[in-house]
């Protein structure tokens, strides 16, 4: 019962987040694009929130749509800021500050020099608009215009608006622009506006919390980019004449100013490449570095999840603690064999798993387990094929469901488990509704993973629910890089292709998922099935887009390998969703099974579980395929036997282990399965 009041609050603190008491200062991102129009970025804008204060920083396009999703009202703000006048932060100043006045609100208006002119030019071009609406109330405009204080800030005298504490400085930009922050019960946040290296920036934001700044230089997701190149020529960091920093500034100040937490925002693109961004700031700064996205909330809010049916959160956790960023050497030593035994066409997978690289802080409050030794081991498929019928990670499908298979194991011998045995909750009954399967890799779950997107069973069991972080730390990007093997033994390769998928001589790009993000609501009630925005929160929140990216339904496709120079199938994992694959193409073994006598969807409906059947197969548990069938639709020349030229297919990618005399034939008896 306790803990089913705690998920009511929770949830309505989150629902109705501008209206309840905020005894934590927060800054909330409103707005994280820029000038160019963007469906899933609104333009740039701030708010701050402490107690019963509510302060606005810069209003570009969206910010009033961003707000009503928060049930946050004009009325309801207590000061409005700039950092500068471009059209891009005041697009929508003029409808609040209409309806402040309309709305009895008492508020202060602050920014650099033109803000009180700017505000004389609206009262001036919509005095009759004004007058009008006024006079349904008894009220003119004369009357109300004492219910806004409008300054511009020069100087450096601090401000207050309710309990916060507002200082700020000058920062370089083209035209005349203003960093703030932010100090309230203990806490404070800094807002950098759009600049380019100022000294006057560290000053101010020294040591505080966080640090919003101007997301110049960032790495677009997809792009090839010299960001090297581009710090270089962009390096003299007290040139006026640039209107955004480089990473390479960003960077050095955040540094300087020994702010815990960096976040980007005012992004001019949607989908950042954050592990490159991150390595290029890594260069100077160590802190945490996060991306804004539209109603992000800071410090990041975690929400009630369970292991083992027993339900906590993490609201009240330090940042830190909550991410896991630690790096610990285990005292235990990684063993890990991995063989081929052609006789039975079985690749064998023993270890202990235990990572050989360093891990986060276990056991730690968001996963209170111990990192132990395992006896592990894998029979998977040495020459696999693809199956008829797409198996699933969940036994409801690609989105939903109860996790049914760990979908593989990493060359160090650590499983890939990228599905979560937690769902969305009735908030009445506390039951699951496993139609809706909590993403682990999003922001708003916490799963207590550490950098490795890698958390602890209760066995002790040490396993990655997205990309290993530490196992691809020194893998060489100019190249393909085999990280592990699914459990329908096909390989797995991190991030990385061909441009061309049959040509090794092509160069290698980075391959890119087809899974997109939904637009628009969830279709629940927020009871019995989640609503609100899609937002990554959820597997269901993701959908396939045929031709979207580079990638199929189960994030792979078939290609050249520096293993397969003949070319296979091959899982991808990728840094965005679904990073490990949530299905299988091919028939996936046993020894990857979770719980068992489930019955696995298909493409084509329920089925059961993949077993090999002993009727019309030989002792290698595959069905031999009829050998002149194959002839007639590959043998070109009609000489009987088959050519790797002439090969197609699932022949093509087995062609080595099926052509047993190395002659560069296939033939009748070769088709036979090895016993």
Not at 59 to 73: E, H, I, P, R, V
Not at 208 to 217: T, V
Not at 395 to 410: E, Q
Not at 592 to 613: D, E, L
Request: proline letters at 4%.
């Amino acid at each position: 019962m306790k803990n089913y009041l705690v998920l009511i609050l929770i949830c309505l603190c989150q629902q109705l987040f501008a209206q309840d008491t905020n005894n934590q200062l927060t800054a909330t991102i409103i707005g994280s694009g820029s000038p160019k129009f963007n469906t899933e970025r609104s333009g740039p804008a701030v708010l701050i929130s402490y107690k019963d204060t509510n302060i606005l920083i810069d209003m570009g396009n969206g910010t009033q749509a961003n707000l009503n999703k928060l049930n946050l009202k004009v009325k309801d703000l207590d000061g409005l800021l700039f950092t500068h006048h471009h059209l891009d932060h005041n697009e929508e100043f003029a409808p609040i500050f209409i309806q402040s006045l309309l709305g009895r609100n008492k508020i202060i208006i602050a920014g650099p020099k033109q803000t009180t002119s700017i505000i004389d030019n609206i009262l001036e071009s919509y005095e009759e608009d004004i007058e009008y609406r006024l006079s349904k109330s008894g009220r003119r405009l004369s009357n109300v215009k004492a219910s806004f204080i409008a300054k511009n800030l020069t100087g450096n005298t601090p401000l207050n608006i309710g309990d916060i504490k507002i200082t700020y400085t000058a920062v370089n930009h083209t035209i005349e622009t203003l960093a703030y922050r932010f100090d309230a019960g203990g806490e404070s946040i800094v807002i950098s506006g759009d600049l380019t290296y100022s000294q006057s920036l560290p000053i101010l934001a020294n040591n505080a919390d966080y640090l919003i700044m101007d997301s110049g230089g960032a790495i677009e997701l997809g792009k090839n980019r010299n960001t090297t190149r581009n710090n270089k020529n962009r390096s003299n960091t007290k040139t006026k004449e640039k209107a955004h920093v480089n990473l390479k500034e960003s960077s050095l100040m955040a540094k300087e100013a020994n702010v815990k937490n960096l976040v980007l925002t005012h992004f001019n693109f949607t989908n950042v490449d954050e592990e490159n961004t991150t390595a290029e700031i890594r260069k100077n700064y160590v802190g945490t570095v996060l991306y804004a996205k539209d109603l992000m909330v800071l410090p990041l809010v975690k929400d009630i999840h369970n292991h083992n049916g027993i339900s906590h959160s993490h609201n009240n956790e330090h940042l830190p603690e909550i991410k896991n960023s630690t790096k610990e050497k285990l005292p235990l030593q990684s063993e890990v064999s991995i063989t081929e035994d052609k006789k039975n066409d079985v690749r064998i997978i023993k270890s202990n798993a235990i990572p050989n690289h360093t891990v986060g802080q276990f056991p730690t409050k968001g996963n209170p387990n111990t990192i132990t030794e395992q006896n592990k081991e894998y029979s998977i498929d040495l020459t696999p094929t693809l199956a008829n019928k797409i198996t699933y990670v969940y036994d409801l499908g690609i989105d939903k469901g109860r996790p049914s298979y760990v979908f593989g194991v990493a060359i160090n011998g650590v499983k890939f488990e990228p599905s979560a045995n937690e769902y969305f909750r009735n908030v009445e009954s506390n039951e699951p509704n496993y139609e809706w399967t909590l993403e682990p890799l999003s922001d708003e779950v916490n799963l207590g993973e550490d950098y490795n997107n890698a958390h602890v069973q209760p066995n002790g069991e040490y396993h990655y629910h997205g990309t290993p972080t530490g196992l691809v730390a020194n893998f060489d990007n100019n190249k393909m890089s085999l990280v592990g093997w699914a459990a329908d033994g096909y390989p797995m390769y991190y991030k990385m292709g061909y441009a061309d998928p049959m040509d090794a001589n092509s160069g290698v790009i980075q391959l890119k998922s087809s899974y997109i993000l939904k637009r628009g609501e969830r279709p629940g009630d927020g009871i019995s099935a989640p609503n609100g925005t899609y937002s990554g929160k959820y597997v269901r929140d993701y959908e396939y887009q045929n031709d979207y990216g580079d990638l199929d339904e189960c994030n792979g496709r078939t290609g050249v390998t520096p293993e397969f120079p003949n070319g296979t199938y091959y899982y991808v994992v990728s840094d965005e969703f679904p990073s490990a694959s949530r299905c299988f193409m091919g028939t996936p073994s046993n020894d990857f099974k979770i719980g068992g006598g489930r019955k696995q969807q298909t493409v084509q409906g329920q089925n059961k579980p993949q077993q090999r059947q002993q009727s019309s197969q030989n002792q290698g548990g595959k069905k031999s395929p009829n050998f002149s069938d194959m002839l007639k639709k590959m043998d070109s020349n009609n000489d009987g036997k088959i050519s790797i030229s002439e090969a197609k297919g699932n022949l093509k990618q087995n062609f080595q282990n099926r052509d047993k005399n190395k002659d560069g034939y296939i033939t009748q008896d070769e088709m036979t399965r090895r016993n």
